[in-house]
């Protein structure tokens, strides 16, 4: 990752989108029509999709030509539902049928349902993974564990954050509102403020739930609004980890 010389604060921006599904190729499309990065996690035996909604072995391949694929577990299934060693095995496999499909490394992880326990980050450490990707949200920096790397915001409505966001917006009482009734108002909201002060923008989501829940046109206002910004750095997840500035302090986190 090529870091531009300027006198602003040094913004990245990442995506990511889990699971393999069908549709993570329409999502691909439109990240491609805006030259935006990202990662793809895919769990090539996904039990939680059907055999016909997954992506093939050709549709990992043809996104791995512009976007980073990362490894999911082979089937999807919860880490802490497993014993270590199966846990180990899943980690591994999906890795491997990833590796096979693409004929190149897997070098990013993010825990199915954002579900692990002590144990696990080392498994992932120990698979040949350089990253993990959690589902936490409200973060923007890459967090002080590569292990446990957090997100900005996901792309559906989280009304547990609610609260959380009337508090902070309290001054702002519409826009507190907005957020709350709008994810993408929400990550609009945050993109502008990593823009003036620095950090790390990481939006993620589901194509699956894009689409059952409608989000399609919200999504492609947000990626309308953080693409093609003059000084922007866009990476993939593993991306991220060159842009070493990234890494050091974690006070700017937003939760
Ligand atoms: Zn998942």
Redesign the pocket.
Known sequence: VTVPTTCRPLVVVTTSW??GHLLDARVAALLAERALAGTF?V?PD?S?LAADSRLDDGAVRDLSQTFEIGG?TAT?RRLPDLSVSQAADEIRTGKERLEQIIGGPVESF?Y??GAFREEHPALVQGAGFRSARTTARGSTSLGGDRYRMPTTVQARQHPRDWPGIAIAEWAHPRLALGCITNWATLATLIFDRVLATGGLFHLWG?SWEIDRFGQWRRLETVLDHIARRPGVVYATNSGTLDVDVLTTGSEDDQS
Do not use: I, Q, T, W
């Open positions: 889990d699971d996690y769990a996904n939680e999911h999807h993010a199915p349902g589901h």
